[in-house]
Each structure stands twice: as C-alpha cells, then as structure tokens.
Nanobody
Framework: QVQLVESGGGLVQPGGSLRLSCAAS????????MGWYRQAPGRERELVAR???????NYADSVKDRFAISRDNAKNTVYLRMNSLKPEDTAVYYC???????????????WGQGTQVTVSS
C-alpha cells in the first residue's frame, strides 16, 4: 500500500505565494518521476510541473518563471513553490508519482487526494 499525502494549499491573494508538499509513504522500492497536476472546475486535469529522480524538471508554459518544483529523494517528497499567483491558478492540485512497490512490478502511477488552491482578493 502506498499513500501520497499533499499539504500546503489554501487561500492566497493575487501576487502571493504558496508552497505545496507531497510525501509518499508505504511499501516503496523506488520512485521515478514526481509531478503536480491541477484541475479547475469544468476543466480537464492538466500537468503543472514534473521532476525526474535526477532533478530534471518540466513546466507548463502558464507557470514557467513563477513556479518551481523540487524533490527530496531521501524523504520521498516533492514540493511545488508557487509565486506571483494569479486567479487563474485556482484549482485542486494533485500530486502524482511513479512508484515501484514490489520487485516484480515496474513503476506504477499513484495519485494524492488533492489540495485546494484558491487565489482571490
């Protein structure tokens, strides 16, 4: 059993900052790519940022230069630092990780439960 637990969401004013965290726990042999997705009401879930276990990161164009993803492999944790937040960043943010749980399986995607981020004055 593997769990991804997110934290750090909340209400912030436009221009403000938040940091999201996502910790993986349980039966874990290895973790590959970790990432953050978001889903706004009435819209499809979209990739925000992802990072490989070597630290190579990719970002959606809409968040480049404002958001920064990082990870601590020793803690099985991924972070998302969000700066200069805009109302259009309002969404439920989901953590995703490719996790190997047993020696006879490959990397399998797992999802967190989501954390709400609301950007409003």
């Amino acid at each position: 059993q593997v769990q991804l637990v997110e934290s750090g969401g909340g209400l912030v004013q436009p221009g403000g900052s938040l940091r999201l965290s996502c910790a993986a726990s349980g039966s874990i042999i290895s973790i590959g790519v970790m990432g953050w997705y978001r889903q706004a009401p009435g819209r499809e879930r979209e990739l925000v940022a992802r990072i490989s276990n070597s630290g190579s990161a990719n970002y959606a164009d809409s968040v480049k230069d404002r958001f920064a993803i990082s990870r601590d492999n020793a803690k099985n944790t991924v972070y998302l630092r969000m700066n200069s937040l805009k109302p259009e960043d309002t969404a439920v943010y989901y953590c995703n990780a490719q996790i190997q749980r047993t020696w006879y399986e490959g990397l399998i995607p797992s999802w967190g439960q989501g954390t709400q981020v609301t950007v409003s004055s």
